[in-house]
């Protein structure tokens, strides 16, 4: 099974905010709300910055949310900073495959 | 504070194995599943496989199913993943994650990342 899909690629400036859609299907984010979202820069390891779909994990800051629509998960950053800039992972619980990320989103503040 | 580190770089030839060791550190290995993951050079985050490190019960991806061997050692707090049969696809870092479930309740979410291994297959 394909990996969920994101856009390869987002882009905003500092100040706004931005969503990553993360698509799947019903064995997947449309019927498990295990959806989890970590960032990555170049060359560290990911970090959780999302998980259950909603929750922050403490220490993340609040300008990052996400919701989930039927099979379509989607992480928000507002407030957009430099330091946003980074990889963004979804990732969900499948009853296909047990784990399944995303192809990764790559963000960039301009 | 949950600190996990693993083994450092490996350079192997094709048909050769690699095992990557994970040492947790701050927990008690035993209490929470461990996630394996691995990413190819630009490429993205790939689950291999996690382990019940209480029971050493494993689930791993298909695409691994017959090549990769989870384990743990509870003595020394360490997970290990075993790969079998190398090829240059095999090229990776690889990362050991825990999961955030506590009491063993499978959450499917990784809270905290090693630093990761780099794999590289040539001949």
């Known amino acids: 099974q394909s990996a969920l899909t994101q856009p390869a690629s987002v882009s905003g400036s500092p100040g706004q905010s931005i969503t990553i859609s993360c698509t799947g299907s019903?064995?997947?984010?449309?019927?498990?709300?295990?959806v989890s979202w970590y960032q990555q820069y170049p060359g560290k390891a990911p970090k959780l910055v999302i998980f259950?779909?909603?929750k922050r994990p403490s220490g993340v800051s609040n300008r990052f949310s996400a919701s989930k629509s039927g099979n379509t998960a989607s992480l928000t950053i507002s407030g957009l900073r430099s330091e946003d800039e980074a990889d963004y992972y979804c990732?969900?619980?499948?009853?296909?495959?047990?784990?399944?990320f995303g192809g990764g989103t790559k963000l960039t503040v301009l | 504070q949950v600190q996990l580190v693993q083994s450092g770089a490996e350079m192997k030839r094709p048909g050769a194995s690699v095992k990557v060791s994970c040492k947790a550190s701050?927990?008690?290995?035993?209490?929470?599943?461990m996630h394996w993951v691995r990413q190819a050079p630009g490429q993205g985050l790939e689950w291999m496989g996690s382990?019940?490190?209480?029971?050493?019960?494993?689930k791993s991806a298909q695409q691994f199913q017959g090549r990769v061997t989870m384990t743990r050692d509870t003595s020394t707090n360490t997970a290990y993943m075993e790969l079998t049969r190398l090829t240059p696809d095999d090229t990776a870092v690889y990362y050991c994650?825990?999961?955030?479930?506590?009491?063993?309740?499978?959450?499917?979410?990784?809270?905290?990342w090693g630093q990761g291994t780099t794999v590289i297959v040539s001949s």
């Open positions: 382990i019940n490190p209480n029971s050493g019960d494993t």
């Open positions: 259950e779909v909603t």
């Open positions: 019903s064995s997947d984010i449309g019927n498990y709300n295990l």
């Open positions: 701050g927990y008690t290995l035993t209490g929470y599943y």
């Open positions: 994650a825990k999961d955030r479930g506590q009491w063993l309740v499978f959450v499917y979410v990784m809270d905290v």
């Open positions: 990732c969900s619980f499948s009853r296909i495959t047990t784990v399944m």
